[in-house]
């Protein structure tokens, strides 16, 4: 898939700082260049995770990579990498959970 977008809120999840302290409604779209796949995540993050950077696209079946600017979130923590090695793309993220996100991770897989 050439547009994937791991950073656009779900509508179900539209209302959420109605819900949680803390939340904003604030977003951001970013998507992968055609016939590029996602292959990355860069931000910051302590005991929660803080921003989200930007993404890391991989063209499909080869080895360019471009980077996309996110830029939402805070500014506090360390920056952290989750990139996919060689060619390979995101095929899961997982997040945990509660008011705050605490805990990301990718789940790599082959092209």
């Known amino acids: 898939m050439s547009r994937m977008n791991p950073l656009r809120p779900e509508r179900r999840r539209r209302n959420a700082s109605n819900l949680l302290p803390g939340v904003s409604l604030r977003h951001r779209t970013v998507y992968c260049p055609t016939h590029y796949v996602l292959s990355g995540i ?10 989200i950077n930007s993404i890391r696209c991989t063209r499909f079946r080869g080895d ?8 939402i979130g805070g500014t ?12 390979d793309r995101v095929s899961r993220i997982r ?7 605490d805990w ?5 897989r082959g092209q």
């Open 95 to 101: 997040v945990r959970f509660g008011s705050w996100i």
């Open 104 to 108: 990301l991770s990718v789940e790599c």
């Open 64 to 71: 360019k990579v471009s980077f996309r600017n996110v830029g």
């Open 76 to 87: 506090g923590g360390r920056v952290g990498r989750l990139y996919c090695t060689g060619a």
């Open 42 to 51: 860069k931000g910051k993050g302590g005991d929660y995770v803080d921003r």
